[in-house]
C-alpha cells in the first residue's frame, strides 16, 4: 500500500476524530456550526476509509478539498467568523491544534504527491 495513500488517510482520520470529538463535547449545540462538525467529521471518516481500500484519485483532490475548507472555516472563525460563530487562538486546546496540522498534512501530502506526478510525468 502507498505510503502517501496512508498518510493522507490517518490524517483525515485525525481531523474527523477531532471534530467528532467536539460535536460530542458542545458543538451539537452550535446552529449551523455543530451540523458542520458533524459533517467534516463523517465525510473525513468516509473518505479515509475509502482512500486506504484504494479508491480513485479524485478521492485524494475530495480529501485535500475538505481538509482545505476545515483551514478556511478555522481562519475566519478567528477573525471575521462563521454562521455568527468564533473563537480565539487555538482554542479548544488541543483539538484546534491537532486538526489544523492534520489539514494542512493533508492538504501538503496531496499537493506533494501531485507535483511529484507532474515532475514524473514530464521526464517520460
Known sequence: M???RIGIAVALIVSGI???YLYVHG???IPTIGTAFLLQ???SFSLAL???IGGPGWLWWAGAAVAGGALAAFAMSR???IFGFSERGFQPSPHAAIS???ELVTVG???AYLVGQRRADSVR
Open 2 to 4: 502507498n505510503v502517501t
Open 18 to 20: 477531532s471534530h467528532a
Open 27 to 29: 458543538y451539537q449545540h
Open 41 to 43: 467529521a463523517s465525510v
Open 50 to 52: 475509502l482512500i486506504l
Open 79 to 81: 477573525t471575521v467568523g
Open 100 to 102: 489544523v496540522v492534520a
Open 109 to 111: 501530502l496531496v499537493a
